[in-house]
T-cell receptor, first 113, second 114 residues
Framework: GNSVTQMEGPVTLSEEAFLTINCTYT??????LFWYVQYPGEGLQLLLKATKADDKGSNKGFEATYRKETTSFHLEKGSVQVSDSAVYFC????????????FGAGTTVTVRA | DVKVTQSSRYLVKRTGEKVFLECVQD?????MFWYRQDPGLGLRLIYF???????EKGDIPEGYSVSREKKERFSLILESASTNQTSMYLC?????????????FGPGTRLTVL
């Protein structure tokens, strides 16, 4: 079956530091890959996505590249802000016809001023 | 603006009570989902529905049931609440068919079963 493995947290950084959250996956087909973010007290919201190999998703200064050869979708941001403090989830879904998302365990990121 | 609402943000119930969690979306989405979120486990799918009156079991359906009588509303039911069902419950919806579609989440209901 499908599975997603994220680096364990929590991660604590200073403002303007570089952030990387590793994500690797196992899938039977050709999945779409997603990063969702959950700010304190809120539900999840989509941060970025990639639907095929070598696609790069980007949003709010975050980037992730779909690497089929290493089955990875690592999230990066060059200079984090305090407002980036949140829980980040990597997720995948199978190709067309499958509505379900498989989530990683989540990585809590805290950015200090 | 896209919106998924859940009936309560916080709920406290006693063991053995019947519990209803309601979710409403205003986007005319076909698909709706119920997850529970626990620390270190991420989100786990309980049930989902891709049409009115249709339901499919997710990864952890035991102890739960669902109801979808109208397209916009998806209810999660705990027939007899137990302490191991204390968790954060998240509802989501997505449009049409296909795994490429973004899911939109509600703010969550934090349920405590005493």
């Amino acid at each position: 079956g499908n599975s997603v493995t994220q680096m364990e947290g929590p991660v604590t950084l200073s403002e303007e530091a570089f952030l990387t959250i590793n994500c690797t996956y196992t899938a039977t087909g050709y999945p779409s890959l997603f990063w969702y973010v959950q700010y304190p007290g809120e539900g999840l919201q989509l941060l970025l996505k990639a639907t095929k190999a070598d696609d790069k998703g980007s949003n709010k200064g975050f980037e992730a590249t779909y690497r089929k050869e290493t089955t990875s979708f690592h999230l990066e941001k060059g200079s984090v802000q305090v407002s980036d403090s949140a829980v980040y989830f990597c997720a995948l879904s199978d190709e067309v016809g499958d509505y379900k998302l498989s989530f990683g365990a989540g990585t809590t990121v805290t950015v200090r001023a | 603006d896209v919106k998924v609402t859940q009936s309560s943000r916080y709920l406290v119930k006693r063991t053995g009570e019947k519990v209803f969690l309601e979710c409403v979306q205003d986007m005319d989405h076909e698909n709706m989902f119920w997850y529970r979120q626990d620390p270190g486990l991420g989100l786990r799918l309980i049930y989902f529905s891709y049409d009115v009156k249709m339901k499919e079991k997710g990864d952890i359906p035991e102890g739960y049931s669902v109801s979808r009588e109208k397209k916009e509303r998806f209810s999660l039911i705990l027939e007899s609440a137990s302490t191991n069902q204390t968790s954060m419950y998240l509802c989501a919806s997505s449009p049409g068919a296909g795994g490429y579609n973004e899911q939109f989440f509600g703010p969550g209901t934090r349920l405590t079963v005493l």
